[in-house]
């Protein structure tokens, strides 16, 4: 296959890719910023274009709407955990066995949530089916396997929607913002130990 050289692409293509690519980030940064002081149900669109300086028109061409704007940033920051459960080193990585694997997956989604709260709280307001979304899908695949793989008497597809859906409503976000995240991960660790047997 030829692969064309960014020569042959017309410089006012290049140019408007270019332009996309920096409103793009422009108004992810400026959605982080304007979470950092308030919640997303009273963070208008209008703020966040006048914040990253381009029309209200472009956020919608680019996003969708709210909960698409909220997707992509939350996906931003989820691409690091993505990448490290599939090509880090263990026990988050492959080559430890799935309990301790579990147990480190729990531990770093934990760690993004207390990292990126009011995204995800935002995120979460908006999104009408966080089931049906790219970020949960994966971590939901990546949980289901670590279960079957320990475990292939328990429901693996169910076990793994209860155990992300304990990272999930007002008692997390609760204990997060009263900086109880390391106890949310001892207890989490416990659950999963309890369900996979404790390592020898």
Known sequence: MVQL???AVP????QERADAARNRAAILRATEDLLRDDTADRVPIEAIAARAGVGKGTVFHRFGNRAG???ALLERRAEELRARVEDGPPPL???APPRDRLNAFLAATVDLATRNIAVITAYEQAAPDRHAEPVYRFWHE???GLVA???DDLDADLVAHILLGSLHGDLVLHLIR???SDRLVTTL???SDALLGEAP
Do not use: K
């Open 5 to 7: 050289s960014t020569e």
């Open 11 to 14: 410089m006012a293509e290049r």
């Open 69 to 71: 704007l909220l997707r």
């Open 93 to 95: 990585g492959p080559g």
């Open 142 to 144: 990546h949980v289901r």
């Open 149 to 151: 793989e320990a475990r």
């Open 178 to 180: 009263r900086g109880e």
């Open 189 to 191: 660790r416990q659950v």
